[in-house]
């Protein structure tokens, strides 16, 4: 067999220390992190993009699968019919390249949105209007609006990018 690049669960909370537990095994091992800002000073200011796993580079022609459930931190490698998942070639790359503009561009944008919250829409064909945030989508980096046209009684759902609304302040009323 070739090398290739295999996903591992990691026990909850502990992508950091499996990272390390891989690397000090010998193996490439990629866990892709985003800065987020908090509203508390004392959380986290990076988290795990895929959270609950980390993709290792092995070949299993020269080392056995199992091997990598016992390493401390993992639960086993993501598999499909007992036998482990391959990540398309191409893909790490991808995401490498993914995480380090979602991190140049200030981390993720939704840390402070709730639903019901009102947002600005910035770009694309909608740019101008203002909606109610609803929802982010699971992983991956777009949202859900609900925008209300031409005084219509119902609100128009919208996914958009995530990079492609901003929180309207409240106004204060004196």
């Not at 000090?24 to 986290?44: D, H, K, M, Q, W």
């Not at 909608?126 to 609100?155: H, N, W, Y």
Request: with cysteine; hydrophobic share 40%.
């Amino acid at each position: 067999m070739d090398a290739a690049w295999y996903v591992l669960h990691s026990k909850p909370r502990k992508e950091s220390f499996l990272l390390d537990q891989l690397r000090l095994s010998g193996l490439e091992a990629y866990c892709p992190f985003v800065r987020v800002s908090t509203v508390n000073p004392r959380a986290r200011k990076i988290r795990p993009y895929f959270p609950g796993y980390v993709f290792v580079y092995v070949d299993f022609g020269k080392q056995k699968a199992s091997s990598l459930q016992w390493i401390p931190g993992a639960t086993g490698l993501v598999s499909f019919d007992g036998m482990p998942a391959r990540v398309p070639d191409g893909l790490i790359p991808t995401l490498r390249q993914r995480v380090e503009d979602i991190n140049a561009s200030g981390g993720e944008l939704l840390h402070q949105l709730n639903p019901g919250d009102r947002v600005r829409i910035v770009d694309g064909p909608f740019a101008g209007f203002e909606a109610i945030f609803d929802a982010r989508l699971p992983g991956t980096e777009r949202v859900r609006v609900l925008l209300k046209l031409l005084q219509q009684r119902r609100q128009l759902p919208l996914e958009l990018e995530a990079g492609q609304i901003n929180k309207v302040e409240k106004r204060r009323r004196y």
